[in-house]
């Protein structure tokens, strides 16, 4: 690991001129919790001149839900912060299960929503419930504070739509109001310290005894985390049954690109898209509902 220069920044303009003056080659990383920066340096895979720690920066620290019910998550929330929130698990369930399964519980301590997003790998945990969930990423740099969809903050492997001088501020996740219900099912041959052959998260509104929304995510099967945009729109507008929810299934399998490697077949992969995107759906139904999607028409 080459020397760099550290700098400590205690609020969020001190965070963004440090990021403007960069380091001594331009080459500037933002640290947290460190759990994939660390390792990154050690291994040599980056050299960054400048590293910008951003525990000091209280803005970025944030979790709360405002007067219209959304959460708002700094980008230095760790994941365990997450799992143990109240907040995220009355109302953003899916979410607080992701952050529930990212590592051990020594890793949840330090690693950090923002970590696990802006590193923009197509299995993170998080990514998945944040697309479910119509979450909303805050970035501000300097030309100023804008606001994206989270689905197109990613732009492929370890890529993201910050631009330089640029960083997550947070994540406001839009409440998901009454009759909502949902879930993050992941699989990995390891319960833990390992990461994700597929992960699928699943949301579902159900009103009158019908779907009126439906978002389902999936994760490690693309280069970035995707929307199965034709298994939602056949679950909307239709009572939820598991002759539906077996469809859906199917329809999702449909929308993942997933690739063969040491983890998993391709095959493999849309195999367990399969797998979870039932569970998921079926879970999620039963979260919003309070009752069984099998006493919906069982079959």
């Known amino acids: 690991m080459r020397r760099f220069d550290m700098a400590l920044p205690s609020s969020l ?28 340096m050690k291994n040599g895979l980056v050299r960054p001149s400048l590293v910008v720690d951003l525990g000091g920066v209280p803005e970025l620290k944030v979790l709360e839900t405002g007067g219209d019910g959304a ?29 529930g399964v ?3 519980y020594q890793v949840r301590n330090l690693a950090t929503l923002g970590g696990n997003v802006a590193n923009a790998a197509p299995s993170a945990d998080m990514a998945p419930p944040l697309l479910a969930l119509d979450a909303v990423a805050v970035v501000d740099g300097p030309n100023g504070r804008r606001m994206m969809p989270i689905v197109d903050f990613f732009q492929g492997v ?71 945009s034709d298994a939602e729109a056949r679950l909307e507008g239709e009572e939820v049954t598991p002759a539906l929810i077996e469809e859906a299934a199917n ?44 006493r919906n028409g069982a079959h």
């Open 13 to 40: 303009s001190e965070c963004l001129a440090a990021l403007s003056d960069g380091g001594d080659g331009g080459d500037v990383k933002l640290v947290a919790g460190g759990t994939d920066l660390v390792p990154q």
């Open 71 to 99: 959460l708002r998550v700094g980008a230095a929330v760790t994941a365990r912060a997450l799992e143990l929130s109240e907040l995220a698990r009355d109302g953003f369930r899916a979410l607080s299960e992701g952050a």
């Open 102 to 104: 990212v590592g051990s």
């Open 158 to 228: 370890r890529r993201t739509a910050l631009q330089p001088g640029e960083l997550l501020v947070e994540i406001v996740v839009p409440a998901a109001g009454a009759g909502s219900g949902g879930t993050y099912v992941r699989h990995t041959p390891r319960r833990e310290l390992d990461i994700a052959v597929v992960g699928v998260a699943s949301q579902l509104t159900i009103q009158d005894g019908r779907c009126t929304k439906a978002r389902i995510a999936l994760g490690a099967v693309a280069p970035v985390p995707l929307r199965a």
């Open 251 to 294: 329809l999702a399998v449909q929308s993942a690109r997933p690739i063969s490697d040491q983890r998993g077949s391709a095959e493999f992969r849309r195999h367990l898209v399969r797998v979870l995107t039932r569970r998921t759906l079926t879970t999620a139904f039963e979260r919003a509902t309070g009752r069984s999607s099998s």
